[in-house]
T-cell receptor, first 114, second 111 residues
Framework: DVKVTQSSRYLVKRTGEKVFLECVQD?????MFWYRQDPGLGLRLIYF???????EKGDIPEGYSVSREKKERFSLILESASTNQTSMYLC?????????????FGPGTRLLVL | SQQGEEDPQALSIQEGENATMNCSYK?????LQWYRQNSGRGLVHLIL?????REKHSGRLRVTLDTSKKSSSLLITASRAADTASYFC???????????FGKGTLLTVNP
């Protein structure tokens, strides 16, 4: 079974702090994704990585950056956390077999920024 | 941009009843997927249907796809309390590996 793990289930940070969210997958997937999920807005793609050191902006990249130094690990960085970044963050991975490939999700990190 | 839209937004049924959720999308696709999310957890892939398929089954799940109407439905038969979750449809975003998710249908199955 594919396993995608995220470093924390719950996280509380203060405004202005630098926040790191880590995601690790064990299936040698090339593609990895970071989403945020908010009530009424659904899942929105923040960043996408299709290979080590390669990244692509999603729909809402402002205020976020990412790092992919190893194939299995994809980090989301909030450079200076703000209250409007309070959200559920979901990481996913997939093979690059073709358009619309199935994505495998981690359990999510619920981030509260005070 | 929003591709898939689920309908209804919320559905409440009794255990043993069938639950039907619908998804409409806007542009041509080569496949459509359904995912489930239990409260406060990550999404779990349920089923993928390709554009050349009209119907697909997996256990108590039945998915249909009507490409002429740009719509799909997910039927859960003989529902159980454990089926309580949000259900999302997802469609490819262009020719790359990204997916666009709808806002989901919240299904509540009452014991």
């Amino acid at each position: 079974d594919v396993k995608v793990t995220q470093s924390s289930r719950y996280l509380v940070k203060r405004t202005g702090e630098k926040v790191f969210l880590e995601c690790v997958q064990d299936m040698d997937h090339e593609n990895m994704f970071w989403y945020r999920q908010d009530p009424g807005l659904g899942l929105r793609l923040i960043y996408f990585s299709y290979d080590v050191k390669m990244k692509e902006k999603g729909d809402i990249p402002e205020g976020y950056s990412v790092s992919r130094e190893k194939k299995e690990r994809f980090s989301l960085i909030l450079e200076s956390a703000s209250t409007n970044q309070t959200s559920m963050y979901l990481c996913a991975s997939s093979f690059p077999r073709g358009p619309g490939e199935t994505q495998y999700f981690g359990p999510g990190t619920r981030l509260l920024v005070l | 941009s929003q591709q898939g839209e689920e309908d209804p937004q919320a559905l409440s049924i009794q255990e043993g009843e069938n639950a039907t959720m619908n998804c409409s999308y806007k542009t041509s696709i080569n496949n459509l997927q359904w995912y489930r999310q239990n409260s406060g957890r990550g999404l779990v892939h349920l089923i993928l249907i390709r554009s050349n398929e009209r119907e697909k089954h997996s256990g108590r799940l039945r998915v249909t796809l009507d490409t002429s109407k740009k719509s799909s439905s997910l039927l859960i038969t003989a529902s159980r309390a454990a089926d309580t979750a949000s259900y999302f449809c997802a469609t490819p975003q262009g020719s790359n590996y990204k997916l666009t998710f709808g806002k989901g249908t919240l299904l509540t199955v009452n014991p």
